[in-house]
């Protein structure tokens, strides 16, 4: 039986992928809660995807989580749209380079804003850095600020 939490991030993610993801639709997506350092993760392992979400986010509104899920569906969708050069570089590298692992983040936050949720993550964001200082730092160092969030999603309404 699926927790009423998990049933909740299904039908939020559904409906951002049913809008905004359409390749993902008849693909199997696990959900499942962690604790762990970081609001989130998604992994794509070609005939399905996992996505890992902290359980803090069960206290988020819907608009939040609409943020997480089109940020973790982007790194889905990125995943996707490298070639298996790409892709065996992305493997051996991620873990190693920090500096790569800011470029993935930041890249899925331009993609998630370019899809049209850039109030979703600024809201996203904006609660993360209240629920403790580890996360207001550990977003930071990896994610545009919210200033920045701000100004990209008016520069993708134009
Ligand atoms: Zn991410």
Redesign the pocket.
């Known amino acids: 039986m699926m927790g009423k939490h998990l049933k909740r991030y299904r039908r939020i993610s559904k409906s951002v992928i049913n809008k905004s993801f359409p390749f993902l639709k008849n693909r199997k997506i696990i959900y499942i809660e962690g604790k762990f350092k970081y609001l ?3 992994k794509n392992l070609g005939f399905f995807a996992i996505v890992k979400i902290n359980p803090i986010l069960r206290n988020f509104s819907d608009k939040e989580l609409r943020g997480f899920f089109a ?2 569906l982007s ?1 889905i969708q990125r995943h996707k749209e490298r070639n298996l050069f790409e892709k065996l570089s992305f493997i051996t590298r991620y873990p190693f380079s920090r500096k790569f692992r800011i470029q ?2 930041k890249g ?1 936050d331009k993609m998630t804003i370019e899809k049209g949720y850039g109030n979703e993550l600024y809201a996203l964001i904006k609660k993360a850095y209240s629920v403790s200082k580890g996360h207001e730092k550990r977003l930071k160092a990896s994610h545009p600020s919210l200033n920045e969030i701000k100004r990209l999603t008016k520069k993708a309404k134009k």
């Open positions: 989130g993760n998604a940020h973790e790194h993935e983040e899925a």
